[in-house]
């Protein structure tokens, strides 16, 4: 996903199959998390590179495809964690935050074009990569308490709504940041918030 080659690759073996490029799903990513101060720099730029510079990749090598075609649909997965700060996640919540910016200027830049460009940011979803987290009782217990819905996200989910912003039923919608995520985000992180609730009455 680093590699030009392989981004270019993957759009011509698209064209060549269906005959245009109408959509591309930038997904991949990894998360790692460390100290700030002594973290080796080979580490953060690992992950920079898997999530900021495979998306630029990723864009450079659709956008051509896309314009051929008369336009086209290009969807990226960011995080919640590009909206504030996770504990040792620096390194992450970075190139989340890079990634979504870059979404922003990406569509203002090829609206012209008829290329549509937004971001999906789930919240705590079962995948291979959350996989050590869920398995800590503390941990899982702890997020599901300061999630809305009170559970984890479903990969099935956050697919959901990417499959929407990558169809013609979202036509209107590029610059979008969508958080994914059980409301999450729509809290301060202050309170939980049944915690909140006991104590005013609610």
């Known amino acids: 996903m680093t590699d030009p080659e392989v981004n270019d690759a993957s759009v011509a073996m698209a064209v060549e199959r269906f005959g245009r490029l109408d959509a591309s799903v930038l997904n991949a990513g990894i998360a790692m998390s460390g100290d700030l101060l002594t973290m080796a720099m080979t580490e ?9 510079k495979a998306v630029v990749l990723g864009m450079r090598s659709a956008i051509p495809a896309m314009r051929v075609a008369g336009g086209g649909s290009i ?26 910016n870059l979404v922003r200027e990406a569509a203002l830049e090829l609206g012209a074009d008829a290329i549509r460009v937004n971001a999906v940011c789930p919240g705590p979803t079962r995948t291979a990569m959350t996989a050590r ?10 997020l599901r308490r300061r999630i809305p819905l009170q559970r984890w996200g479903l990969a099935t989910e956050i697919a959901a709504v990417i499959n929407f912003l990558a169809s013609s039923e979202a036509s209107f919608v590029t ?3 969508v958080p994914v995520d059980g409301g999450i985000t729509a809290s301060t992180g202050q309170f939980l ?3 909140i609730a006991k104590h005013t009455g609610g």
């Open 133 to 142: 987290i869920q398995s800590v009782p503390e941990v899982d217990e702890g």
């Open 44 to 52: 953060p730029e690992r992950v920079l590179a898997a999530n900021v």
């Open 75 to 100: 969807v990226v997965t960011a995080s919640t964690s590009r909206l504030a700060g996770d504990p040792g996640m620096w390194p992450y919540n970075t190139s989340k935050g890079a990634v979504a």
């Open 193 to 195: 918030p049944r915690e």
């Open 175 to 177: 610059g979008a940041i």
